[in-house]
């Protein structure tokens, strides 16, 4: 439709100051530019000589991509752990979750779920679009591109797998994928994840009943209390048990109300190693914060657990402590486990 051409000139907007990424600036609070430092004509030139480096390690589109991974596995891992390049992140994002390659095997499926098909939760979607990345210039304005994009993705999935539908905490998923590729991009990324094309399947904490939240928050619980018993015993006492801080953590990977410098670096990581980068920040947190953590009563306590300081949150520091917490031994065990106790046969009735 033909815009109608007005007379006089409509109102100047305003022009409202953003950080890097997109985000409105904020004196307080969680602010994602919080840990933006002011880089010298040093460091940027030592940001391009990291970019060339990621940019060899690539190739054109990913071309050298698997090869590389191949040949140094190693160097691969640090890199990616270091952070990637935020100009290259949406394309490594892809090449390393395996997102790419479906895209490539399902040429046209997106687009058809979108246009052709329809879903038992585009109400629920509606409801909650504005919720996810409030203070995001790209999501900000009703019925905007970035809410429409938001929209189809989170609608395409709930169409694509039934069974999961649609859950308010895959928005903040989407969401940070939307600011970093396209709509496709993006729900392939989205079906990698939750389906397992290079990790264990995380649709677990989106199905009825978050059957691995619950999964997910007792091992954690059990961590707690075997890497740090002291803490352990005091949320004991205190009647502080996970589910009442952590679920967040697992259900948008930090993506929510974490400052989003710390959560890329942590999805970097996420996506090259799987879940349990998401147990080891969690426990790193609670270590940084341990000593001050053991003083405090139920409520001071609760509003600790929910707004951890800056020092704890910035990944310069945080992610290097969460690197020296090794839980994947522990983990595996837990979960053998729990597949143990599950494919147990109940005990036959005495006669």
């Given at each position: 439709?033909?815009?109608?051409r007005?007379?006089e000139?409509?109102p100047?907007p305003?022009?409202?100051?953003?950080?890097r990424?997109g985000?409105?600036k904020?004196?307080?609070?969680?602010?994602?530019?919080?840990?933006?430092?002011t880089k010298?004509?040093?460091?940027y030139e030592?940001?391009?000589?990291?970019v060339t480096?990621?940019?060899?390690?690539?190739?054109?589109?990913g071309?050298?991509?698997?090869?590389?991974?191949?040949?140094?596995p190693h160097?691969?891992?640090?890199?990616?752990?270091?952070?990637?390049?935020?100009?290259?992140?949406?394309?490594v994002?892809?090449?390393?979750?395996?997102?790419r390659?479906?895209?490539?095997?399902?040429?046209?499926?997106y687009?058809?779920?979108v246009?052709?098909?329809?879903?038992?939760?585009?109400?629920?979607i509606?409801?909650?679009?504005?919720r996810?990345?409030?203070?995001h210039?790209?999501?900000?304005?009703?019925?905007?591109?970035?809410?429409?994009?938001?929209?189809?993705?989170?609608?395409?999935?709930?169409?694509?797998?039934?069974d999961?539908g649609?859950?308010?905490?895959m928005?903040f998923i989407?969401?940070?994928?939307?600011?970093y590729?396209?709509?496709?991009?993006?729900?392939?990324?989205?079906?990698?994840?939750?389906?397992?094309?290079?990790?264990?399947?995380i649709?677990?904490?989106?199905?009825?009943?978050?059957p691995?939240?619950?999964?997910?928050?007792?091992?954690?619980?059990?961590?707690?209390r075997?890497?740090?018993?002291?803490?352990?015993?005091?949320?004991?006492?205190?009647m502080?048990?996970?589910?009442?801080?952590?679920?967040?953590?697992?259900?948008?990977?930090?993506s929510?109300?974490?400052p989003?410098h710390?959560?890329?670096?942590?999805?970097?990581?996420?996506?090259?190693?799987?879940?349990?980068?998401?147990?080891k920040?969690g426990?790193?947190?609670?270590?940084?914060?341990q000593?001050?953590?053991?003083?405090?009563?139920?409520?001071?306590?609760?509003?600790?657990?929910?707004?951890?300081p800056?020092d704890a949150?910035?990944?310069?520091?945080?992610?290097?402590?969460?690197?020296?917490?090794?839980?994947?031994?522990?983990?595996?065990e837990?979960?053998?486990?729990?597949?143990?106790?599950?494919?147990?046969p109940?005990?036959?009735?005495?006669?």
């Amino acid at each position: 439709m033909e815009r109608k051409r007005n007379s006089e000139p409509g109102p100047v907007p305003l022009l409202v100051p953003v950080d890097r990424f997109g985000f409105l600036k904020q004196e307080h609070g969680n602010s994602p530019q919080r840990f933006t430092k002011t880089k010298s004509s040093s460091n940027y030139e030592k940001e391009e000589r990291r970019v060339t480096k990621w940019r060899k390690m690539i190739g054109t589109g990913g071309s050298d991509w698997k090869h590389y991974v191949r040949r140094k596995p190693h160097v691969v891992k640090r890199r990616i752990r270091k952070g990637i390049p935020d100009c290259l992140r949406g394309l490594v994002w892809q090449l390393i979750s395996g997102s790419r390659d479906l895209l490539l095997m399902n040429p046209g499926v997106y687009v058809q779920l979108v246009i052709y098909e329809t879903s038992a939760s585009e109400l629920d979607i509606i409801r909650d679009i504005s919720r996810t990345f409030p203070s995001h210039v790209f999501f900000q304005k009703r019925h905007g591109p970035g809410q429409r994009s938001l929209y189809n993705v989170l609608k395409a999935y709930s169409v694509y797998d039934r069974d999961v539908g649609y859950v308010q905490g895959m928005g903040f998923i989407a969401g940070l994928l939307l600011l970093y590729m396209s709509e496709e991009d993006a729900f392939w990324l989205l079906v990698a994840l939750l389906k397992g094309a290079v990790h264990s399947p995380i649709e677990g904490l989106y199905q009825a009943g978050l059957p691995l939240v619950q999964q997910y928050l007792l091992q954690f619980d059990q961590l707690v209390r075997e890497l740090m018993p002291k803490l352990g015993e005091h949320f004991t006492q205190e009647m502080i048990n996970p589910s009442m801080y952590a679920s967040q953590w697992f259900i948008t990977v930090f993506s929510y109300s974490f400052p989003f410098h710390s959560a890329l670096r942590i999805w970097d990581v996420f996506l090259a190693e799987g879940v349990k980068i998401v147990f080891k920040v969690g426990l790193a947190l609670l270590k940084h914060c341990q000593d001050d953590l053991l003083k405090l009563p139920f409520e001071e306590l609760m509003h600790a657990l929910r707004n951890f300081p800056e020092d704890a949150m910035d990944p310069d520091t945080l992610l290097p402590l969460a690197y020296s917490i090794k839980v994947s031994k522990r983990l595996e065990e837990m979960k053998q486990d729990c597949d143990k106790a599950v494919a147990k046969p109940a005990n036959p009735v005495q006669q």
